[in-house]
């Protein structure tokens, strides 16, 4: 039953419900039966799709497309096998279908081949009346290569075709964006804004790439362009806030971020946002309140957390710091970033084997940065455990082979334990590293520092460089 002109494009849907309800068996023109099952799985629902399809092709076995559909939800199940006789023998029957060589080419895409899906692509290309679709799938297996260039071009002829895809017009950014090429994405974005003006996506995707170049005020003004054409368009507003809070305008990011909560319902994101706003203008009570805020709707924010922390570790008071940020790690105990804080506030407070505890966790955790190595160090270090300090910056060399400041604190390490043979190894290394640190030394070091021992070895480094 093909719909007539006025008929609503959901009632074969109700026709073919009806039907498996109570058993009975309609007939469908095929066209419906394509309209049915893109329906099902245009919302997800796979098992009505296959039904229909399954009953489709009793009613008109010699219908491609049902057949095409078939293979689509195949491939989608990763029956790849089945999926590709079946393409066999349709290709047998109608070579000129791009369809088969689109779905040959989802395949190869599911066995991470490619370079294959891009051939299959390109020669649906060549048969195809509509070629919209085949750019999109193009530009996702380049991208899927890391080609970003090839995968930019594709998604910019998608564009040419509709310049209300703004999923094709983000793809694009993205590809400039990850080759950092942000003056490319100002250029295209501006372009493309010359035709069209009232485009509040790509006035905020242009916001962004000047926020990336720290061109505030243009920033700024292409935001406000994105709220004219969309007044509702929280993504914007947002944006704007934080360009104002780098401009120091924090009451004015206030009002823009207040004003994403008044459109929709709140986030943790906003609230933070807002937090940081007050803290910067000394309002502290209203700082505090909004990190709350933040934690309460979303607990799992890792920033909101740290940002209660940070707020007490300014006031000093350490104590009630180590409560939230503990109140963090018993929400996320796999965060290496509330480890590391807590390590913090620990070595502070002089918890010696807390924070050694703390820094063994977050490292455990993956956190490999340059001064959680130092910090452990220094915590075993100053819990009279130098053998101990001296294997942590081993490991810390591994990731820095080529950082001055280990090998400064090794040497250092070394004397203490009167190994004057590694010491003098690690000093060498370090002055011929980095000569211009040698103060790190002397700072953590004082007591060597001005022997002779060490004037020695500086003397005679300076004079072989000379």
């Given at each position: 039953?093909?719909l007539?002109?006025?008929?609503?494009?959901?009632?074969?849907?109700a026709?073919?419900?009806?039907m498996?309800?109570t058993?009975?068996?309609?007939?469908f023109?095929?066209?419906?039966f394509e309209?049915?099952?893109?329906?099902?799985?245009?919302?997800?629902?796979?098992?009505l799709?296959?039904?229909?399809?399954?009953?489709?092709?009793?009613?008109?076995?010699?219908?491609?497309n049902?057949?095409?559909?078939?293979?689509?939800?195949?491939?989608?199940?990763n029956n790849?096998?089945?999926?590709?006789?079946?393409?066999?023998?349709?290709?047998?029957?109608?070579?000129?279908n791009?369809?088969?060589?689109?779905?040959?080419?989802?395949?190869?895409?599911?066995?991470?081949?490619?370079?294959?899906?891009?051939?299959?692509l390109?020669k649906a290309?060549e048969?195809s009346d509509?070629?919209?679709?085949?750019?999109?799938?193009?530009?996702?297996?380049?991208?899927?290569?890391?080609?970003?260039?090839?995968?930019k071009?594709?998604?910019?002829k998608?564009?040419?075709?509709?310049?209300?895809?703004?999923?094709?017009?983000y793809?694009?950014?993205?590809?400039?964006e990850?080759?950092e090429?942000?003056?490319?994405?100002?250029t295209?974005?501006?372009?493309?804004l010359?035709?069209?003006?009232?485009?509040?996506?790509?006035w905020?995707q242009?916001?962004?790439?000047?926020?990336t170049?720290?061109?505030?005020?243009?920033?700024?003004?292409?935001?406000?362009?994105?709220i004219?054409?969309?007044d509702?368009?929280?993504?914007?507003?947002?944006?704007?806030?934080k360009?104002?809070?780098?401009?120091?305008?924090?009451?004015?990011?206030?009002?823009?971020?207040?004003?994403?909560?008044?459109?929709?319902?709140?986030?943790?994101?906003?609230y933070?946002?807002?937090?940081?706003?007050?803290?910067?203008?000394?309002?502290?009570?209203?700082a505090?309140?909004?990190?709350?805020?933040?934690?309460?709707?979303?607990?799992l924010?890792d920033?909101?957390?740290?940002?209660?922390t940070?707020?007490?570790?300014?006031k000093?008071?350490?104590?009630?710091?180590l409560?939230?940020?503990?109140?963090?790690?018993?929400?996320?105990?796999?965060?290496?970033?509330?480890?590391?804080?807590?390590?913090?506030?620990?070595?502070?407070?002089?918890?010696?084997?807390?924070?050694?505890f703390s820094?063994?966790?977050?490292?455990?955790?993956?956190?490999?940065?340059?001064?959680?190595?130092?910090?452990?160090?220094?915590?075993?270090?100053?819990?009279?455990?130098?053998?101990s300090a001296i294997?942590i910056?081993?490991?810390?060399?591994?990731?820095?082979?080529?950082?001055?400041?280990?090998?400064?604190r090794?040497?250092?390490?070394?004397?203490?334990?009167?190994?004057?043979?590694q010491?003098k190894?690690?000093?060498?290394?370090a002055?011929?590293?980095?000569i211009?640190?040698?103060?790190i030394?002397e700072n953590?070091?004082?007591?060597?520092?001005?022997?002779?021992?060490?004037?020695?070895?500086?003397?005679?480094?300076?004079?072989?460089?000379?």
């Open positions: 039953m093909a007539e002109h006025n008929e609503s494009p959901n009632q074969p849907v026709k073919f419900e009806s498996l309800k058993d009975d068996v309609y007939f023109d095929a066209e419906d309209d049915i099952i893109h329906h099902y799985l245009n919302n997800g629902k796979i098992s799709a296959k039904k229909a399809i399954k009953i489709g092709l009793k009613q008109h076995p010699g219908a491609i049902l057949r095409l559909l078939d293979i689509e939800v195949l491939v989608f199940e790849l096998e089945v999926a590709e006789k079946l393409l066999d023998e349709l290709q047998l029957m109608d070579s000129t791009e369809e088969i060589y689109i779905q040959r080419a989802n395949i190869y895409s599911k066995k991470d081949n490619h370079e294959a899906a891009v051939d299959m390109e290309l048969i509509d070629s919209f679709d085949i750019y999109s799938l193009l530009g996702m297996e380049y991208l899927f290569m890391d080609n970003f260039e090839k995968a071009n594709n998604f910019i998608c564009i040419s075709f509709d310049e209300q895809d703004y999923s094709s017009l793809n694009v950014v993205y590809c400039f990850f080759m090429d942000y003056e490319g994405a100002i295209f974005l501006n372009d493309f010359e035709r069209n003006p009232y485009c509040q996506v790509a905020h242009l916001g962004k790439q000047y926020y170049k720290e061109m505030f005020s243009e920033a700024l003004a292409a935001f406000d362009f994105a004219i054409a969309d509702s368009f929280i993504g914007a507003y947002f944006e704007k806030g360009v104002l809070e780098k401009m120091g305008k924090h009451n004015e990011a206030i009002e823009n971020y207040e004003t994403t909560i008044k459109i929709e319902d709140p986030t943790s994101h906003a933070l946002r807002i937090g940081k706003c007050h803290e910067k203008l000394d309002n502290d009570e209203l505090k309140f909004y990190y709350y805020q933040t934690v309460h709707e979303d607990p924010l920033k909101g957390w740290l940002a209660i940070d707020f007490y570790v300014r000093k008071n350490y104590e009630r710091a409560y939230y940020i503990n109140k963090a790690i018993n929400i996320d105990g796999e965060n290496a970033l509330y480890w590391k804080k807590c390590a913090k506030i620990h070595f502070v407070l002089q918890n010696l084997d807390e924070a050694d820094y063994k966790q977050a490292v455990d955790l993956g956190n490999y940065e340059l001064d959680t190595w130092l910090n452990w160090a220094e915590v075993v270090k100053k819990n009279s455990d130098v053998d294997q910056l081993i490991q810390g060399l591994q990731f820095y082979p080529e950082e001055a400041e280990i090998e400064y090794m040497a250092g390490l070394y004397l203490i334990l009167s190994d004057s043979e010491a190894f690690r000093f060498i290394n002055l011929k590293l980095d211009s640190k040698l103060s030394f953590a070091f004082p007591e060597y520092y001005n022997s002779i021992w060490t004037q020695n070895i500086i003397s005679n480094i300076k004079k072989a460089s000379e």
